[in-house]
T-cell receptor
Framework: AQKVTQAQTEISVVEKEDVTLDCVYE???????LFWYKQPPSGELVFLIR??????QNEISGRYSWNFQKSTSSFNFTITASQVVDSAVYFC????????????FGTGTRLLVSP | DGGITQSPKYLFRKEGQNVTLSCEQN?????MYWYRQDPGQGLRLIYY???????QKGDIAEGYSVSREKKESFPLTVTSAQKNPTAFYLC????????????????FGSGTRLTVV
């Protein structure tokens, strides 16, 4: 069975602080995809990144960076110099490479950035 | 612009009533999905459809029904059999159900918040 765990329910930081959101996953597949989505207060989910299981290179996009480590089954997300606009719920998700393209989500981490 | 439209944004239902949530996409995506979101539980899959006139139960299908008569539409009916329907419902679509497609994952609608009164 596939499972995604986001142990941090809520994180509060002050603007300009760095913050890391943890994601640990479980799967028996050798090929899979990992995602991060942002859910602002408006409700829709905004795609942030996709990573396949064969690509363990870390990725940086502006203030966002992702650390994928297969050895620990983790796909952590770091926001550098956080801003108030980063306040949202962030979801990590896993998709298998076989069968139907079903996304399994973690329970989400609510990030609150205060000015 | 292409995207997914969910309506209404807020919906109130009396106990014992059926209610239908609308989901329309103009992305020409084959696959569509319905997720339910409850506080602290993430998103759980209700139903999904890989192609027109076909749909499959997800993890929590009891008390729900769907139809897929048109490629662009995937309405969800919350029936009176659903014991706890108050939740936030998200519709999504992807290019296809095959792993080689849908590279960017899903496109999500803005959701419908259903409240039973």
């Amino acid at each position: 069975a596939q499972k995604v765990t986001q142990a941090q329910t809520e994180i509060s930081v002050v603007e300009k602080e760095d913050v890391t959101l943890d994601c640990v996953y479980e799967t028996r597949d050798t090929t899979y995809y990992l995602f991060w989505y942002k859910q602002p207060p408006s409700g829709e989910l905004v795609f942030l990144i996709r990573r396949n299981s064969f690509d363990e290179q870390n990725e940086i996009s502006g203030r966002y960076s992702w650390n994928f480590q297969k050895s620990t089954s983790s796909f952590n997300f770091t926001i550098t110099a956080s801003q108030v606009v980063d306040s949202a719920v962030y979801f990590c998700a896993l998709r298998q490479d076989t069968g139907f393209q079903k996304l399994v989500f973690g329970t989400g981490t609510r990030l609150l950035v205060s000015p | 612009d292409g995207g997914i439209t969910q309506s209404p944004k807020y919906l109130f239902r009396k106990e014992g009533q059926n209610v239908t949530l609308s989901c329309e996409q103009n992305l020409n995506h084959d696959a569509m999905y319905w997720y339910r979101q409850d506080p602290g539980q993430g998103l759980r899959l209700i139903y999904y459809s890989q192609i027109v006139n076909d749909f499959q139960k997800g993890d929590i299908a009891e008390g729900y029904s769907v139809s897929r008569e048109k490629k662009e539409s995937f309405p969800l009916t919350v029936t009176s059999a659903q014991k706890n329907p108050t939740a936030f419902y998200l519709c999504a679509s992807s290019i296809g159900g095959r792993p080689a497609s849908g590279v960017l994952g899903y496109t999500f609608g803005s959701g419908t918040r259903l409240t039973v009164v």
